[in-house]
T-cell receptor, first 114, second 115 residues
Framework: AQKVTQAQTEISVVEKEDVTLDCVYETRDTTYYLFWYKQPPSGELVFLIRRNSFDEQNEISGRYSWNFQKSTSSFNFTITASQVVDSAVYFCALSIYNFNKFYFGSGTKLNVKP | EAQVTQNPRYLITVTGKKLTVTCSQN?????MSWYRQDPGLGLRQIYY???????DKGDVPEGYKVSRKEKRNFPLILESPSPNQTSLYFCASSPTGTGVGSPLHFGNGTRLTVT
């Protein structure tokens, strides 16, 4: 069975702090894809990144970085020097090769205070 | 502009009164799906469709119907809504199935309240 766990329900930080959002996934399949989505207070869901199971290279995009570790089944998301605009709910998600379902974690609400 | 359009954005209805939430995409995507978002549960898949006339159940299909008569449209039908279907609903699409890693493009959501 597939499962995505985001154990942090809510995190509060002060602007300019670094923050890491944890994501742990479960699957027995060897080919799969991991995603992060952002849901700002306005409610829409914004795609941030996709990683496939064969690519463990970490990725950096501006203040955002992602750490994928198959050994611990984790796909963590770090925001460096957080800003108020980063306040949102962040979802981690999993899809399996050749299987058309998407599995979402329960989300982590990030509050960045000025 | 490439987008997924859901209507209405907000809907308040009473138990048992049939309703339809429309979803349309203008990106010629093969795959479309519906999710509901509830506090503490994240997004759960209701139904998905790989192509016209091809639909399949997600994880929480009970109480919902869908149809895919045209590639661009994928309406969600609640034949007899109940209060436990009060939720935030999202329609999503992707160029091909999510089984090849395509990310989902989401509509803006429909907040449904059933009293």
């Amino acid at each position: 069975a597939q499962k995505v766990t985001q154990a942090q329900t809510e995190i509060s930080v002060v602007e300019k702090e670094d923050v890491t959002l944890d994501c742990v996934y479960e699957t027995r399949d060897t080919t799969y894809y991991l995603f992060w989505y952002k849901q700002p207070p306005s409610g829409e869901l914004v795609f941030l990144i996709r990683r496939n199971s064969f690519d463990e290279q970490n990725e950096i995009s501006g203040r955002y970085s992602w750490n994928f570790q198959k050994s611990t089944s984790s796909f963590n998301f770090t925001i460096t020097a957080s800003q108020v605009v980063d306040s949102a709910v962040y979802f981690c998600a999993l899809s399996i090769y050749n299987f058309n379902k998407f599995y979402f974690g329960s989300g982590t609400k990030l509050n960045v205070k000025p | 502009e490439a987008q997924v359009t859901q209507n209405p954005r907000y809907l308040i209805t009473v138990t048992g009164k049939k309703l339809t939430v429309t979803c349309s995409q203008n990106m010629n995507h093969e795959y479309m799906s519906w999710y509901r978002q509830d506090p503490g549960l994240g997004l759960r898949q209701i139904y998905y469709s790989m192509n016209v006339e091809v639909t399949d159940k997600g994880d929480v299909p009970e109480g919902y119907k869908v149809s895919r008569k045209e590639k661009r449209n994928f309406p969600l039908i609640l034949e007899s809504p109940s209060p436990n279907q009060t939720s935030l609903y999202f329609c999503a699409s992707s160029p091909t199935g999510t089984g090849v890693g395509s990310p989902l493009h989401f509509g803006n959501g429909t907040r449904l309240t059933v009293t």
